[in-house]
């Protein structure tokens, strides 16, 4: 698909805008045919997603089934099956000083929303953000990567297909085209990408007062006690770091492992490397590729500044600028202050870092901005609790990796620097609605004990509430 002028821009803006009322009327059960319209596209094109994103960044059909399209398709159904209870008006408690009264949470649609998808999950993030936003009953401006033009002509004729563009529109632009979307006036903006940009979008929004959600990114640590089966944790490291080539937010970015078992790590890390993925790593069709020459300039430079350090390799092989293919890496010693050990890697290169104590594990962690996910990987309660207790993270998931993102009755977000607020699942619908406060005098209005002229009668009033409630 073309991208986008400044001038459609405004034109699908002017439409979305003037619609928002009647779009914000629509039924439970119209929002719903709708999410059961859109799951069923999604199956019958599902080859055509997987040879999409292929042609894109030559990823796994089997790789882009599971972490696209079933994400997806989960996403949808779940929302399918509980739109109608969470948008349902909820009763909540009062106290016997409201006893005369009812009180209730609305939910309703926030209005005309933007939504700002990224290029590494270029079919899930746009399809489980924009199910939440219809689900809500907003008009959505669904804004793709330029990096993924494939999956996007597939997303953009999905999506024409099943809403007129006051309704939802896919877009797709670059700097320019962004930064006029960013001053148009939304009633909510949904972001996913790096915390560098993050800022740029939480400060545009602050100039029309919108509401964002802000999925962001940051170092995911791992620690891994000694107390582990080591084969499992060291397969499910690799799984979780190298699959969509590394590319992932909640990826684990470097890990911390007790140094008593540093040996058999290392060598069990260089079997199962082998083992998933061969001798020549670049032959394997499970692998997928840099998304372009510029994030695989940014990678290879950690890889040339590392070998300009005291760093050492436990895992290395041949690199391709040509097919923008990085072999799996694992190194360690590397310094502190290094440019891997500062930025969010987002690539398949592994830090490891050994500690003699939790407690400096803990440390380096607490030295760095909050991250996104952080994973712990030990038999040992005492030790998962500590680290819990000792640290903060958006998500944290126990001798495992990367699944707290698909439970689905977990939020998903991130914490200052790696996100705020929460989406997936109810938070999601959450997220795209306003939870409206309603409260009814069922008698007779409240107000009326206090009413004027203030005399020594309400002094009595208020004596007696401030002994019975104060």
Same mark, same amino acid.
């Given at each position: ?66 972490t696209e399209i079933l994400a997806s398709l989960l996403e949808i159904d779940l929302f399918i099956k509980n739109l109608k209870r969470w948008a349902k008006p909820k009763s909540v408690n009062s106290s016997l000083l409201f006893a005369s009264t009812k009180a209730k949470l609305h939910y309703e649609p926030k209005g005309n929303t933007l939504i700002i998808t990224p290029w590494n999950y270029p079919f899930q993030l746009p399809i ?190 041949? +690199? ?5 293919? *990085? =072999? #799996? ?7 502190? $202050? @290094?440019? !891997?050990? &500062? ?55 126990? +001798? ?5 993102? *698909? =439970? #689905? ?7 200052? $620097? @790696?996100? !705020?607020? &929460? ?48």
């Open positions: 698909m073309q991208k986008i002028t400044v001038e459609e821009i405004d034109a699908i803006y002017a439409q979305q805008v003037a619609n928002t009322w009647q779009v914000k009327q629509t039924s439970i059960a119209q929002r719903t045919t709708w999410l059961g319209s859109l799951k069923q596209i999604i199956r019958i094109k599902e080859e055509e997603i997987k040879a999409a994103i292929y042609k894109d960044f030559r990823k796994s059909p089997i790789e882009t089934e599971t489980v953000h924009l199910v939440a936003s219809i689900a809500a009953g907003n008009t959505v401006i669904l804004k793709l990567s330029e990096s993924t033009p494939h999956i996007n002509a597939v997303i953009n004729d999905i999506i024409s297909n099943l809403f007129e563009r006051k309704h939802v529109a896919v877009m797709v632009g670059e700097v320019e085209e962004t930064t006029h979307l960013l001053s148009l006036k939304f009633d909510h903006i949904h972001f996913t990408g790096s915390p560098n940009v993050g800022k740029i979008i939480m400060a545009a929004a602050a100039k029309n007062l919108s509401a964002v959600t802000l999925e962001l990114g940051g170092k995911s640590p791992a620690f891994i006690d000694k107390s582990v089966n080591l084969r499992e944790t060291v397969k499910n490291i690799i799984w979780a770091k190298f699959v969509n080539m590394g590319q992932t937010c909640i990826a684990p970015d470097y890990l911390l492992i007790d140094k008593n078992i540093a040996a058999d790590f290392e060598k069990t890390i260089r079997q199962e490397i082998l083992s998933a993925f061969g001798t020549s790593a670049i032959s394997s069709t499970d692998l997928a590729r840099i998304i372009n020459e510029k994030q695989y300039d940014r990678l290879a430079s950690y890889v040339e500044n590392l070998e300009a350090s005291s760093a050492e390799w436990i895992v290395k092989g041949e +690199n391709y600028r040509d097919q923008l293919f *990085i =072999h #799996p890496m694992v190194v360690k010693n590397m310094p502190m $202050n @290094s440019p !891997i050990m &500062q930025d969010e890697i987002f690539g398949p290169i592994l830090p490891i870092i050994y500690y003699e104590r939790l407690q400096d594990a803990l440390e380096i962690v607490a030295r760095k901005e909050k991250p996104l996910a952080l994973y712990i990987f030990s038999k040992d309660k005492q030790y998962q609790d500590r680290v819990l207790q000792h640290t903060t993270a958006g998500g944290t998931t126990i +001798n495992d990796a990367m699944i707290h993102i *698909i =439970h #689905p009755a977990l939020p998903f977000g991130g914490v200052n $620097n @790696s996100g !705020i607020g &929460q989406s997936l699942g109810i938070y999601g619908f959450k997220t795209f609605s306003h939870e409206r406060a309603v409260l009814e005098a069922k008698y007779f209005p409240m107000s009326k004990m206090f009413w004027y002229p203030y005399t020594s009668r309400t002094e009595q009033v208020l004596s007696f509430f401030k002994k019975i409630f104060g």
